[in-house]
């Protein structure tokens, strides 16, 4: 017997800066999901040049929302104005952050190879 398990992506790309009326959007988008056990939520801040602290919110909030739902949320692509702010913030030891979104996906071997560097 074979057992799969599909995985169900729900991704965010989030585009310019993240400050409180950008906040609110996506805090709203997110709302919007139902979240179902073993979903993954990626946010791609490829788009994202700028983050202030009220774009901290909407994060930590589907953060929250998701692992109390079974979910996983991780971020992609983060730039370096944003990654100063969840650095600053001690944050990027809280979420899981990748450097590209292909990265997510790769095997957990390989994943340890890619944080090294």
């Given at each position: 017997?074979?057992?799969?398990?599909?995985?169900?992506?729900?991704?965010?790309?989030?585009?310019?800066?993240?400050?409180?009326?950008?906040?609110?959007?996506?805090?709203e988008?997110?709302?919007?999901?139902?979240?179902?056990?073993?979903?993954?939520?990626?946010?791609?801040?490829?788009?994202?040049?700028?983050?202030?602290?009220?774009?901290?919110?909407?994060?930590?909030?589907?953060?929250?929302?998701?692992?109390?739902?079974?979910?996983?949320?991780?971020l992609?692509?983060?730039?370096?104005?944003?990654?100063?702010i969840?650095?600053?913030?001690?944050?990027?030891?809280?979420?899981?952050?990748?450097?590209?979104?292909?990265?997510?996906?790769?095997p957990?071997?390989?994943?340890?190879?890619?944080?090294?560097?």
């Amino acid at each position: 017997m074979t057992l799969t398990q599909e995985r169900q992506v729900i991704l965010f790309k989030p585009q310019g800066s993240i400050d409180l009326e950008s906040s609110t959007l996506l805090s709203e988008q997110m709302a919007e999901i139902k979240p179902h056990h073993h979903q993954l939520w990626v946010i791609d801040l490829a788009e994202v040049d700028f983050m202030d602290s009220s774009g901290l919110v909407p994060l930590v909030n589907g953060l929250t929302a998701a692992r109390q739902s079974g979910c996983r949320l991780v971020l992609c692509n983060v730039n370096p104005p944003v990654k100063l702010i969840l650095e600053l913030t001690q944050l990027d030891s809280v979420f899981e952050i990748f450097p590209k979104y292909e990265d997510i996906f790769a095997p957990a071997e390989d994943r340890q190879v890619l944080l090294a560097r």
